[in-house]
């Protein structure tokens, strides 16, 4: 009996999702522009949004997203890195970590939030909220 590694990612046809492909809603890219200013690559990266369709996570409602771009049909993208992590605290006072992940090829594969009590995210936060824990260089 083989046991897992921890952050396994299983391959996209054995992930849950809570929803069809779809784009990303305002909320989602006004956040993700927030952040994407703090990874290198930036100004790249918040140009290529539109070119994105998204799955929400099976997360308990937290926001988790998985990105794909449009006409990219690999079944087998891995998360290779982390390009930016921050935190903020939800309406409720409630710890959220944030990390937005890229590909094997340097594309964004996953946002992925984390809300310290497992449950939903009630409002993405101000700029002034966002506390940047980690940024990549390379």
Not at 20 to 42: A, C, V, W, Y
């Amino acid at each position: 009996m083989s046991e897992e590694l921890p952050f396994h990612k299983p391959p996209l046809n054995e992930r849950r999702f809570k929803s069809n492909p779809r784009l990303l809603t305002s909320q989602e890219k006004d956040f993700l522009k927030l952040i994407l200013m703090h990874g290198e690559g930036g100004n790249e990266r918040l140009s290529k949004l539109d070119s994105y369709i998204v799955q929400e996570m099976d997360d308990g409602g937290m926001g988790s997203l998985y990105f794909r771009a449009i006409g990219d049909d690999r079944q087998m993208r891995h998360r290779k890195r982390s390009l930016v992590d921050v935190e903020f605290s939800d309406l409720d006072g409630v710890q959220v970590s944030v990390s937005l992940t890229l590909d094997e090829n340097g594309e964004i594969f996953e946002l992925d939030i984390w809300k310290v009590n497992f449950c939903p995210l009630l409002s993405f936060p101000k700029p002034q909220d966002i506390r940047i824990k980690r940024q990549q260089d390379q």
